[in-house]
């Protein structure tokens, strides 16, 4: 019941338990201000409530799974902290972390009860192999030898605060 956390861990390639692991990431909370979802900056009310969020969040609850959002402030802290972009699809839709240098991509999948890693990729943002990735199209990426699906760009309404099904 802990793919959301041991997906991330694995693609991150951290030594350390998930209990560790959201510590770090709650000692480390702030406002992620220079990064973009979907090709968009955060609003202020957003950052507040992403950095809210993390701050409240009841780590010893985790074996009942986690409960991820569009735009979550989890793979927003990680994408800041961590250097990373985040690929993730939620049943074909996509959601894009990104920020301004990030030199690592990390690209994830989920449906309505499990969440998974799909690949790593190091390179520069800037590199041509990887230049469509900000805007959704992966259909010319294969990473350690998964083919990632080809997808069409979409918009997601500013849905912030709806929540997924919980990751088990």
């Known amino acids: 019941m802990t793919c959301f956390w041991d997906s991330l ?3 991150l390639n951290l030594g350390i338990d998930n209990q560790s692991f959201i510590q770090d990431l709650k000692i480390n909370n702030k406002k992620t201000n220079d990064n973009y979802w979907n090709n968009n900056k955060l609003h202020e009310k957003e950052l507040d409530e992403n950095y809210e969020h993390i701050n409240d969040f009841n780590q010893t609850l985790i074996y009942s799974g986690y409960d991820c959002s569009v ?5 927003h802290l990680v994408c800041d902290i961590y ?16 920020k301004p240098g ?11 009860g499990h969440f998974w890693q ?3 990729e190091s390179h ?5 192999r990887f230049s469509n990735t900000l805007n959704n199209d992966y259909s010319n990426l294969i990473t350690n030898n998964n083919i990632l699906p080809i997808r069409d760009s979409i918009t997601i309404p500013n849905i912030t605060n709806y929540r997924f099904n919980r990751y088990r």
Do not use: C, V, W
């Open 9 to 11: 861990r694995k693609g």
């Open 71 to 75: 735009s979550d402030p989890f793979l």
């Open 83 to 98: 250097n990373t972009n985040i690929a993730h699809n939620y049943n074909g839709n996509n959601m894009d972390y990104t």
């Open 102 to 112: 990030n030199s690592n991509q990390l690209y994830f999948s989920s449906n309505e």
């Open 118 to 120: 799909n690949g790593t």
């Open 124 to 128: 520069s943002i800037s590199n041509n």
